[in-house]
């Protein structure tokens, strides 16, 4: 239902950084917005979660303090800033925007998704 378009992946070296952003066509139906990533052969996994109503976020132990997920009110824009990378991040990332009472993780949750932005990192 939204429409979501991400943008910002690239190449990076073992170390680096890299911020992705996404763009949602109208957020008034959602409550919340995450990020997921999906390596070959991988289950997509989510990397992190924001509720769009309260002060409230959830990053998995793999990012946890690397990454950082904010959401720009006035642009519409999500973003995902990404430090000290690893070659274990390399995956396709996606934006998602669905409507819970929960923050969920599971990406059955979330309704609608963006085309995806590739990330590699290399050692």
């Known amino acids: 239902q939204v429409h979501l378009v991400e943008s910002g992946g690239g190449s990076v070296k073992a170390g680096g950084s890299l911020q992705l952003s996404c763009v949602a066509s109208?957020?008034?139906?959602?409550?919340?917005m995450g990020w997921f990533r999906q390596a070959p052969e991988k289950e997509r996994e989510e990397v992190a979660l924001?509720?769009?109503?309260?002060?409230?976020?959830y990053y998995p132990d793999s990012v946890k303090g690397r990454f950082a997920i904010s959401l720009d009110n006035r642009k519409n824009t999500l973003y995902l800033q990404m430090n000290s990378l690893k070659p274990e991040d390399t995956a396709m990332y996606y934006c998602?925007?669905?409507?819970?009472?929960?923050?969920?993780?599971?990406?059955?949750?979330?309704?609608?998704w963006g085309q995806g932005t590739q990330v590699t990192v290399t050692s």
């Open positions: 998602a925007a669905g409507r819970s009472r929960y923050l969920e993780a599971h990406p059955s949750a979330y309704n609608s």
């Open positions: 924001m509720r769009l109503d309260i002060d409230h976020t």
């Open positions: 109208d957020l008034t139906s959602s409550t919340m």
